[in-house]
């Protein structure tokens, strides 16, 4: 990986860390608060791509366990690790690597529609399929209590989806990052 | 200034940061391997004895770790009294306090410069990929530099955005925002390799190059 890599991945935890600065809107009734930050995890993915993308957010993931307070609402420490809903934390980097992944393999045809299979694929289902479960497992409560509770998030979701999809498609078109391997490039 | 730690000299703050993190993975474990009632308060009271007595931190500090969960607490609690028992109830969240607290003992007495260096360690074996455990922490300096920075650009843009009428903050200065300081890290790689900092690796690698660092 080359040094201008190592930036992008910084920059990216980075952009996360700033997300959380955004308040969070308070769900009535919901101890989770609806963020900013997955929008980070969405835009990673599909400006990055896989491999620089994922590791934007294990770095993130590293300074918030080293004590950083860079969770949204100030929150940080190795105690957000062992929460109930850590599992959402622990979907990140890999939420932000099949975006990444899905993106380069929509990268010659990507439009809005593509980037937003892409981002909803893993953004959303990735993130739920790994912090639902998490959350059951932790708290002792069945599967279908913890799947409910979630559903108050989807148009939230929904909504970043779609605000990082067209960030994406105009990133790309302004400043591409992601690069084929040269091999298939010159085929085209 | 950007850090949960709480300076001292007790012997806990003295611990290495490996044996402390090791004994909190240790304790994640073993806490979910028993349904005791005593056993899961025990660990709790010793959490709280060697945060407060041992390590004598203030409360506030262990406190405001553990604030933005109490809710969810108190929701899984109530859940439990209406769906199994309380015997359960109070064994799932005394195990989540526990848990809980060890993780804010261990925070608020490990350096951040310590972490860093475990998680250095932890790397080590990813040489053999060609990782370089010593870019792990240049990554990590250069994302504490690029917080402010991008902050700093964002609020720039809005207000150019807002000098030429725009008066809400609207999705479209994320772009303009992005492509900034993309090209700025760009720029901080080149210089980076322009100081010596770049890929070649300090000793052969047994496969390709540098996969990831």
Do not use: C
């Not at chain 1, 850590?86 to 993106?103: C, D």
């Amino acid at each position: 990986m080359k040094s201008r890599d190592l930036a992008y991945v910084a920059l990216f935890a980075a952009i996360v860390a700033v997300l959380g600065l955004i308040p969070p809107v308070p769900v009535p009734g919901l101890p989770v608060p609806i963020t900013a930050q997955t929008l980070g995890v969405m835009l990673a993915g599909s400006v990055l791509g896989a491999k620089r993308g994922g590791l934007a957010l294990l770095v993130f993931l590293a300074l918030v366990a080293m004590g950083a307070p860079l969770l949204s609402g100030g929150r940080g420490g190795l105690s957000v690790f062992a929460g109930p809903t850590a599992g959402y934390l622990y979907s990140w980097p890999i939420a932000a690597f099949v975006i990444g992944l899905l993106t380069q393999l929509f990268w010659r045809r990507f439009n809005l529609a593509w980037a937003l299979v892409a981002n909803m694929i893993g953004g959303i289902l990735v993130i739920y399929a790994i912090g639902i479960p998490f959350t059951s497992l932790f708290g002792d409560v069945p599967l279908w209590a913890s799947f409910t509770g979630s559903l108050t998030f989807i148009p939230g979701d929904l909504v970043k989806a779609v605000v990082a999809s067209l960030v994406a498609v105009a990133v790309r078109r302004a400043y591409p990052v992601i690069e084929l391997p040269t091999r298939r490039a010159t085929a085209s | 200034m950007l850090s949960l730690y709480v300076p001292g000299h007790s012997v806990v703050h003295r611990a290495p940061a490996g044996v402390k993190l090791g004994l909190l993975a240790a304790l994640g474990v073993g806490l979910f391997l028993t349904e005791r009632p005593a056993v899961v308060g025990g660990a709790l009271v010793v959490a709280l004895a060697v945060g407060l007595g041992a390590a004598r931190l203030p409360w506030r500090a262990l406190a405001a770790q553990v604030r933005p969960v109490w809710l969810w607490l108190a929701v899984l609690f109530v859940f439990h009294l209406l769906v199994t028992d309380l015997r359960t109830g109070t064994v799932a969240v005394l195990r989540l306090l526990a848990l809980l607290v060890a993780a804010a003992v261990v925070t608020a007495t490990t350096r951040v410069t310590a972490l860093v260096a475990v998680v250095e360690w932890l790397a080590s074996p990813l040489r053999v990929f060609g990782v370089r455990p010593a870019r792990i922490g240049l990554v990590i300096a250069m994302t504490l530099r690029f917080i402010p920075l991008v902050a700093e650009r964002a609020a720039r843009i809005r207000e150019a955005q807002a000098a030429r009428g725009a008066d809400r903050l609207r999705w479209g200065m994320a772009v303009p925002l992005l492509v900034q300081v993309l090209r700025m890290a760009a720029t901080v790689g080149e210089a980076l390799d322009a100081r010596g900092a770049d890929d070649a690796p300090a000793r052969r690698p047994r496969r390709r190059p540098a996969v990831a660092s």
